[in-house]
């Protein structure tokens, strides 16, 4: 490297004050992008490295000079992903810079990553023919790094994006309700980045949930929300796993899609039956969890630099609302479903028996309660300790769950579970009951008093609950007097 143009190259990067690297990007024969090495590197670059690699202040002391040397020495004529991970959109800005004298500018949250917001430079330069190597080209990479966004910074776009990103805003404040704002908002987007789908996802880590919130397809006889009751949910995890070392995943091309396929090879398989070629996916950030996805498929890839700042803009606003409605949603689970077992919760079901009474004064049709009371719970709970009996109250809920998976289900109390099942016949039901008895009739267990009512015609709910309940109570008294040692 000691020859005319790394001399030059080497003492412009050195004239800049921020940390600044000249990359070398060679095409193949077909002049598309085939790697990207280091050529010269400036001080400020090297201390950054060197701050990745000695955490102990001693060590940043020591010898510093001679460390300095030993990693330029390493890093200049070495590929880039000898100290970062192999990036797909950063090597297509490189290249674009490199190769398309295209000046390039970005602005983005790696605070995922490197816990900073980064402004990057990839400038073009200029070197002929004879002084460069076949197939190679030079860019100047050169960036910042800030702890807090800048919003000026990111204020500084284009007028068809601010104009676009604006219109988002206001559809996103207007008056209709959550799922019909997203899906205006989606359709806005699939129609701006010109791809054949877009689709907002929320993303529930701990609970292994997502839900497509909103789809638009530029085929209607297609709904995305179908096709991703086929995606398990492994594979929506598999994408938090890459936005470690990214703040976006852009795939492009052939060679976009092959770097991904060795990541997360179960989700790219799941692209190839529907002629996916490419791909924007952006996270949604709040308080530095990922809690959902903006998604879209075949979009128009010579526009990818609009397209990326545009997203990427968007999905703070979409954050947001996705934030919120997950909230409110978490609220409404804690309001009506029992924390313990998962089942309704009493609340939910004084609601629901509200609401069902009313609609069966005017609408009488057949239906079916039970109620489900825990034998011996008290015996559990004083001689092997609550940690006893909440396990018992969860393996009866599940129990319940199982015989009864759609029909409503509610922990009524402590150890008492009600049933209101509005669908199937008598008969039905009390094939279900009999499977309940043959598993949970073990009296130093779990073991149910189970009374139920069916009511064909006079869709009396209240009435039909009294009645069950007084069935219940009177299988209870059996249970108690075949096994009095357990009463209460």
Not at 255 to 265: F, G, I, K, Q, V
Request: net charge negative; charged share 30%; proline share 3%.
């Amino acid at each position: 490297m000691s020859n005319d143009l790394y001399v030059r190259l080497k003492a412009a990067v050195n004239a800049i004050t921020p940390s600044a690297a000249i990359f070398e990007v060679e095409v193949d024969g077909e002049g598309k992008f085939k790697e990207m090495r280091y050529f010269a590197i400036n001080k400020s670059f090297i201390m950054d490295c060197m701050a990745m690699f000695f955490q102990n202040e001693e060590d940043n002391q020591k010898d510093m000079a001679q460390k300095v040397k030993e990693l330029e020495k390493k890093m200049e004529g070495a590929e880039y992903t000898i100290n970062v991970p192999k990036e797909p959109k950063f090597e297509d800005f490189c290249y674009r810079a490199a190769w398309k004298k295209q000046p390039i500018h970005t602005y983005v949250d790696t605070t995922m990553m490197y816990g900073y917001w980064t402004e990057d430079y990839m400038i073009p330069i200029e070197v002929s023919d004879e002084e460069r190597k076949p197939n190679v080209a030079y860019c100047q990479f050169m960036y910042t790094l800030n702890k807090e966004m800048d919003t000026n910074k990111y204020s500084n776009v284009s007028p068809d994006i601010a104009s676009f990103v604006i219109r988002t805003c206001l559809e996103l404040r207007n008056e209709k309700d959550f799922y019909s704002s997203m899906d205006t908002v989606t359709s806005y987007i699939r129609e701006y980045t010109a791809s054949n789908a877009a689709s907002v996802l929320s993303y529930q880590a701990d609970l292994e949930k997502y839900e497509v919130i909103s789809g638009a397809v530029d085929d209607p006889n297609v709904s995305l929300k179908e096709i991703f009751k086929q995606v398990p949910f492994s594979v929506i995890a598999s994408w938090e796993r890459l936005f470690k070392t990214s703040n976006c995943i852009i795939i492009k091309d052939e060679n976009d899609l092959a770097h991904y396929e060795s990541l997360a090879p179960e989700w790219i398989a799941t692209l190839k039956p529907y002629g996916i070629f490419s791909l924007c996916l952006v996270p949604f950030i709040h308080q530095g969890s990922i809690i959902g996805f903006l998604y879209i498929t075949n979009f128009d890839v010579t526009s990818v630099t609009r397209v990326k700042e545009t997203i990427e803009m968007v999905s703070f606003f979409l954050s947001a609302e996705v934030a919120n409605h997950l909230f409110l949603e978490r609220l409404e689970y804690l309001s009506n479903v029992d924390i313990l077992t998962g089942v309704k919760n009493r609340n939910c079901m004084n609601v629901d028996v509200d609401e069902l009474a009313l609609k069966m004064e005017f609408d009488p049709r057949p239906f079916t309660v039970a109620f489900c009371d825990l034998n011996g719970l008290k015996t559990i709970n004083d001689n092997q300790g609550h940690d006893a009996g909440d396990k018992l109250i969860v393996a009866a809920a599940n129990i319940l769950k199982e015989v009864f998976p759609d029909d409503n289900i509610y922990r009524a109390g402590g150890d008492e579970f009600s049933i209101i099942s509005t669908h199937g016949s008598e008969e039905d039901f009390k094939k279900k009951v009999d499977r309940l008895r043959e598993l949970a009739s073990d009296p130093e267990w779990l073991c149910f008093a189970i009374g139920y009512y069916h009511d064909e015609t006079e869709g009396k709910l209240r009435l039909a609950m009294r009645y069950a309940d007084e069935r219940m109570y009177k299988d209870k008294n059996e249970f108690y007097k075949a096994h009095p040692e357990k009463r209460r």
